[in-house]
C-alpha cells in the first residue's frame, strides 16, 4: 500500500491531464467562478470540462476533488451551493468547502458526498477538527501552513479524520481564510471572491535594470538587476521599517517538503497536497513526477534520497529558493 | 558536458526556423505578412476551438509579444476579432507587453514551460494589463498545442510525417554531436597538454 495519497493542483484541462499522467492519485480543481480561491483570469473549469476532468481520471483509477472553498457572500449562496449540487451530479470524489453554512447545505442535500475541510478553514487544532467531523461528517482536512511536524502528530493523535498537508508550493504563512491584507489593497478578498493579489490590481514596471512590483497602486517590492522574483503578494512584500527595507512576513520562497516525507509519514499523514491551480501544466507534470518518484521510492526504501528529485523543482520555485516553512519552524 | 536529448535538439532547431521566420515577418510588407499570419492564425484557432473562444470572450484589448532576440515584435488583438500581426512604429500602445527570449515565448505558447517559473527568474518581463496577460497565458497553456504538427495538419499527410520526421532528425542531430565532440577531442587534448606545459615554463620563470 502506498504511504501517501499525492494530490496535485489542475487551473486547465491540460493541467489536469497532465497531473495524472505524471503520476497524481488525486486531482483537486474549481468551477470557474468565485467559489473557489483560484479565480484568475483564463484559469478553472466549466462543468462540462469539469466532467471530461472526471472522466479522465476516473479511466485510470484516479479521482477528482472539487474545491468550493470560499465563503458565500451574504445573502447570495445560491452560486456556492450550485456549485456543491453540480459536483455531486457530476461525480465528483469529494469536494474542499471552508464555510460551516455550505458544510451543512452539503451533508444534507448530499449525505453520499464526501466532505474534506479546506485549508481555508484554518482548523488548525484536534477539537477544532472534531467538531467538524462531528456537525457534518468530514472525513479529511487540509491543514495550514502554520504547524510543526510535533503540531502534526499531535493533531492526528487527536481526531479520526484524515489528514491532508501541503508539501510543495506556495508559501501561505497567514491564518488562510481570515487573511485581509490584499482585501486592504485592491477592495477584493481572497476569501469571498478567490483573489488573494487579484490580477487586475498588479502591475510590473522595469526601472532601469529593476523590476518594480506594484499592488492596488501600493509598490510592494522592487528586485535588483538579476534577483529572482517573486509573486506580487503583501506576504511576500519588502518594506522599509526602521530604515531598514526588510521582507517583515516572509520571502518570496516556495514550500518544498520533500525531505520530510518520512516525519509526515511517521505522524500519521494520510495525503500529500501540491499547490499550484494557477500554475502552467509544466510545472504540474514536473513537481507531480519528482513527488511520484518521491512517494514510490520511499515506498520501497523508507528513504527519500534520490539525487536526481531536485533537479526537476529547481525552476519550479517562487524568488529561486524553497524552504520547508513551518514544519520544521528552526526559527522557534 | 552530457549529450542533449534528441527531441531537445529538434527543438531548437525549430526555434531557429522561427526565428528566420519571425525576422522575415520584420522586414515584410504588412500586406503580406498579415495575409501570412492571418492563414496561420486561423489553422491553429481550428486545432484549438477552446483557447480562441476564450480570447474571442475577452474584452478588447492588445498585448504585444516582443521576441527579445529578435527584431521584430507582434500584437495580438482579443476580443470579438482575435488576430496577430506584425507591430509597426505607427501603432498606439499596447495594453500590455510579454517580453523574452523567443524560444522561451514558443515553450510558453505550447506549455512546455512555466510561465511564472520564468517570470521568477526574470527571463520573461511583463508590464501594463497583468489581467490581460494572464487571460492569454492560461487560454494557451490549457490546450495541449503544438504549432509544427498543427500548421503541418494544414497539407493533410504531412501531419503524420512530423512525429517521424522528428524522431529521424533527433537521431541525425545526435549522431552529428557525437562526430563533432569526437573529432575535437584529439584537439582539446592537444590544448590541454601545451597549457600544462605553459603553467610548467611559469612555474620555472618564477
Known amino acids: 500500500m502506498a504511504p501517501f495519497e499525492l494530490i496535485c493542483p489542475a487551473g486547465t484541462p491540460a493541467a489536469l491531464r497532465a497531473a495524472v499522467d505524471a503520476g497524481a492519485d488525486a486531482v483537486y480543481a474549481g468551477f470557474r467562478d468565485e467559489t473557489n480561491a483560484r479565480n484568475f483570469p483564463g484559469l478553472n473549469f466549466s462543468r462540462e470540462e469539469m466532467a471530461e476532468g472526471i472522466r479522465y481520471a476516473r479511466a485510470r483509477g484516479r479521482m477528482l476533488f472539487v474545491a468550493i472553498n470560499t465563503y458565500p457572500a451574504a445573502g447570495r449562496v445560491e452560486p456556492w451551493r450550485r456549485a456543491v449540487d453540480d459536483a455531486a451530479r457530476l461525480g465528483a470524489d469529494a469536494v474542499i468547502l ?14 453520499g458526498l464526501r466532505l474534506h475541510l479546506s485549508v481555508q478553514a484554518s482548523a488548525s487544532n484536534a477539537e477544532a477538527v472534531r467538531f467538524y467531523r462531528e456537525a457534518f461528517g468530514v472525513r479529511r482536512v487540509v491543514l495550514p501552513r502554520v504547524l510543526t511536524v510535533a503540531d502534526i502528530r499531535g493533531l492526528v493523535a487527536g481526531t479520526d479524520v484524515e489528514t ?3 508539501v510543495f508550493g506556495g508559501m501561505c504563512p497567514m491564518a488562510e481564510g481570515r487573511c485581509t491584507l490584499s482585501s486592504y489593497a485592491t477592495g477584493r478578498s481572497p476569501n469571498r471572491q478567490g483573489v488573494c493579489s487579484p490580477a487586475e490590481h498588479v502591475r510590473y514596471e522595469e526601472r532601469g535594470e529593476d523590476l518594480v512590483s506594484r499592488l492596488g497602486g501600493f509598490t510592494i517590492n522592487r528586485f535588483a538587476a538579476g534577483e529572482p522574483a517573486g509573486y506580487p503578494t503583501l506576504c511576500k512584500g519588502r518594506f522599509a521599517a526602521a530604515g531598514k527595507a526588510s521582507y517583515l512576513f516572509e520571502e518570496p520562497t516556495s514550500l518544498n517538503a520533500l525531505p520530510l516525507l518520512p516525519a509526515l509519514h511517521e505522524a500519521g499523514v494520510k495525503a500529500l ?8 501544466k509544466a510545472y504540474v507534470a514536473a513537481v507531480v513526477s519528482a513527488y511520484r518518484r518521491a512517494i514510490d521510492g520511499f515506498a520501497r526504501t523508507g528513504r527519500v534520497d534520490d539525487p536526481g528529485l531536485d533537479a526537476g523543482l529547481d525552476g519550479a520555485v517562487e524568488g529561486g529558493r524553497d524552504t520547508a516553512g513551518a514544519y520544521r519552524r528552526s526559527w522557534r | 558536458m552530457p549529450p542533449i536529448p534528441p527531441e531537445l535538439a529538434v527543438r531548437r532547431i525549430e526555434a531557429a526556423a522561427a526565428g528566420v521566420a519571425v525576422a522575415l515577418a520584420g522586414r515584410t510588407a504588412p500586406a503580406l505578412s498579415g495575409r501570412v499570419l492571418d492563414l496561420v492564425v486561423g ?3 481550428r486545432c484549438h476551438p477552446r483557447a480562441f473562444a476564450a480570447l474571442a470572450e475577452l474584452p478588447p484589448a492588445t498585448l504585444r509579444i516582443e521576441p527579445a532576440d529578435r527584431p521584430a515584435a507582434f500584437l495580438l488583438d482579443v476580443g470579438p476579432a482575435v488576430r496577430l500581426r506584425v507591430a509597426g512604429p505607427d501603432d498606439p500602445p499596447p495594453d500590455a507587453a510579454v517580453r523574452g527570449p523567443l524560444a522561451d515565448l514558443m515553450d510558453l505558447l505550447e506549455g512546455r514551460i512555466d510561465g511564472d517559473a520564468l517570470f521568477f527568474r526574470r527571463t520573461l518581463r511583463i508590464e501594463g494589463d497583468t489581467a490581460l496577460v494572464l487571460a492569454v497565458r492560461n487560454a494557451f497553456d490549457g490546450e495541449d498545442m503544438d504549432v509544427v504538427a498543427d500548421l503541418a495538419g494544414a497539407f493533410g499527410p504531412l501531419a503524420r510525417a512530423v512525429p517521424p520526421a522528428r524522431r529521424a532528425a533527433g537521431r541525425a542531430l545526435v549522431a552529428l554531436e557525437e562526430v563533432r565532440a569526437a573529432l575535437l ?16 615554463f611559469d612555474r620555472e620563470g618564477r
Open chain 1, 98 to 111: 471552508a464555510d460551516l453554512g455550505l458544510l451543512d447545505y452539503a451533508a444534507r442535500t448530499h449525505p
Open chain 1, 273 to 280: 497536497k501540491i499547490e499550484g491551480r494557477q500554475r502552467g
Open chain 1, 164 to 166: 491532508e498537508v501541503f
Open chain 2, 43 to 45: 489553422r491553429v484557432a
Open chain 2, 185 to 200: 577531442r584529439p584537439l582539446a587534448d592537444r590544448v590541454a597538454a601545451v597549457e600544462r606545459r605553459l603553467a610548467a
